[in-house]
């Protein structure tokens, strides 16, 4: 799968949260509300998830594999700073 298009919407920073992307795969599949999150040291992103019926959170979507995370992980990471530089932050 390719990334086709990713659109990053800033918010005002709070603890950790730092964005929300929306990833387009192959112009054909959508996934909203992945999160960028301050780590402190870094920024990681957060798949889409939901609380279950114990309290926990559990991701509604992820990658199945370790390379295409990181694929991921770094598309949406460089859109997010690129972003940042285009809001002049």
Known sequence: MEVTDIKIRLVSPT???RAFATVVFDSVLV????????TGDKLIIAMPS?????????????PI???FRSQLSDKVL?????ELAREGR
Not at 31 to 38: D, E, F, G, L, T
Not at 78 to 82: E, G, I, L, N
């Open 78 to 82: 460089r859109a997010y700073m690129d």
């Open 50 to 62: 939901r609380q279950v019926h114990n309290g926990e959170y559990k991701d509604i979507v992820h």
């Open 65 to 67: 594999t370790s390379d």
């Open 31 to 38: 996934v909203h509300n992945i999160k960028i999150v301050s």
């Open 15 to 17: 603890d950790q949260l």
